[in-house]
């Protein structure tokens, strides 16, 4: 194993927003989560109109993209200056990483950063799956839930019903 010490400006995430970010997390996905529970429980675990169907969906997929992005964020909390190190050893092999000068810390995309002397960096410290799957949930909670406003705008246009009319 080859220890080089990063010779210029070490950084990463910033720790006081990374704990602000994985609390939110946090906090979204358990309001998320019991929403979702409340809300199934009492109607018998299926929604009442097809505009709740879909915003249950849209839910579903951003707790899943949360869920993600917080199993990501937690990886990245632990990577102290040596461990940092280690996952660009790990993800860009010895010889890239003897010539890591710097990290630095990305949330959107989530990555870790390995800045290499003669100008290039490498992501690592974040598994490779998790910024696509949350993409994929993100775009998938923004059309479900575009699908569910559609829906709910065309239920609330349509006249009400009289007498027995169908």
Not at 146 to 162: D, G, N, Q, Y
């Amino acid at each position: 194993m080859v220890v080089v010490a990063a010779s210029g400006p070490v950084s990463g995430h910033d720790p006081g927003v990374l704990l602000l970010v994985i609390l939110f997390c946090f906090a979204a996905l358990a309001v998320c989560g019991v929403y979702l529970m409340v809300t199934t429980t009492r109607r018998g675990g299926r929604a009442d109109t097809v505009w709740g169907q879909w915003r249950d969906v849209a839910l579903l997929c951003a707790c899943g993209a949360l869920a993600f992005y917080l199993w990501g964020c937690l990886h990245v909390l632990f990577l102290d200056e040596t461990r940092q190190f280690d996952a660009c050893l790990e993800a860009g092999g010895p010889a890239k990483a003897a010539r890591v000068d710097a990290f630095r810390g990305d949330f959107v995309p989530l990555r870790l950063l390995c800045h290499i002397d003669k100008g290039g960096s490498y992501s690592a410290g974040v598994p490779g799956y998790v910024n696509p799957v949350v993409a994929v949930l993100s775009l998938g909670a923004v059309a479900t839930g575009a699908v569910a406003t559609a829906k709910r705008t065309e239920l609330k246009k349509k006249p009400p019903m009289k007498g027995n009319e169908r």
